[in-house]
């Protein structure tokens, strides 16, 4: 690895312990591998109905600090059937219990044995180019299925608030615009990817990429890096028993499940962290 992406492998990963830290006091139970019933059991005050099972944002930054060996499967935090308004449960179903679950099996194989066991996985996206394909694909296919489930909800749909709706109308105009942009990054990539929202790792603003097969924006083989906070699998196995050849339609429908709460929170999580990383400074 070159030092550039050495530097910058050491930004994320001191920036996401500040953090990880910070919060522990708070959040002991991110640490361990809680089932999703556990992990999304409603505190407070918290409205389940008008804000679905979101990652805490700390948890979303915690989460990904753990060494890759330990990394788990994750649970489907719902149904197969829970997101018919848009993805049918046959796809579901095999997307998450034979695509996702083997990316996870060969993650695991292909780190096995080697000093990627103990990094975490953030480290290994700054460090990727020069891996093997192995790493790269299923690293990235872990990574990325998880923030897509996270993101989706049966209670999905609508709009964001808050602090992230005045990022993105500030960044892309309005919302309408925002969703454009988004559905054309998805619809252009050609072959198989992912259209991502992030947040650019150095000045913190909000954008729309795509990138091919499991890359995603925390890759140092990506034009512009950032964290990604809302991601949509574009590959075929994600729309094609239910929409064929329409990606479009499979794109127009995807906002019927899109979790606000879980991107907003995702978003809370790296506004925090960069908060800690300039208070640190
Ligand atoms: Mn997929």
Known sequence: MNIRSFLIGCLVISTLTAVSQEKSGKNNNLKTNK??????KPTGDVNRQDRPHPTKPAQFVSE????SGELTFKEL?????????????????VHYDKHHRGYYTNF??????????????TMIFA?????????????????????????????????????LM???????????NFKDKFEEAGKSRFGSGWAWLAVDMKTGELFITSTA??????????DRRGIPILGMDVWEHAYYLKYQ?????????????????????KYKGYRSMREDNNNTK
């Not at 089932?35 to 999304?40: I, L």
């Not at 097969?213 to 990506?222: E, R, S, V």
């Open 245 to 265: 050849n329409k990606r479009a339609d499979y794109i127009t429908a995807f906002w019927n499940v899109v979790n606000w709460g879980d991107v907003e929170a």
């Open 35 to 40: 089932s999703a019933s556990e992990r999304n």
């Open 166 to 176: 005045q990022e993105i109308n500030k960044t892309f105009g309005n919302f309408k």
């Open 127 to 163: 460090n990727i180019k020069g891996q093997p394909d192995a790493v790269r694909n299923n690293a990235g296919g872990y990574f990325n299925h998880v923030i897509y489930w996270q993101n989706m909800s049966p209670d999905g749909g609508g709009e964001p608030s808050g602090e």
């Open 64 to 67: 990904w600090m753990n060494p």
């Open 77 to 93: 935090p719902y149904a197969y059937d829970a997101l018919e308004k848009a993805i049918d449960a046959k796809t579901v179903e």
């Open 213 to 222: 097969n499991q890359d995603n924006p925390l890759m140092n083989i990506t």
């Open 108 to 121: 695991m194989n292909a780190i096995k044995g080697t000093d990627m066991e103990k990094m975490p996985i």
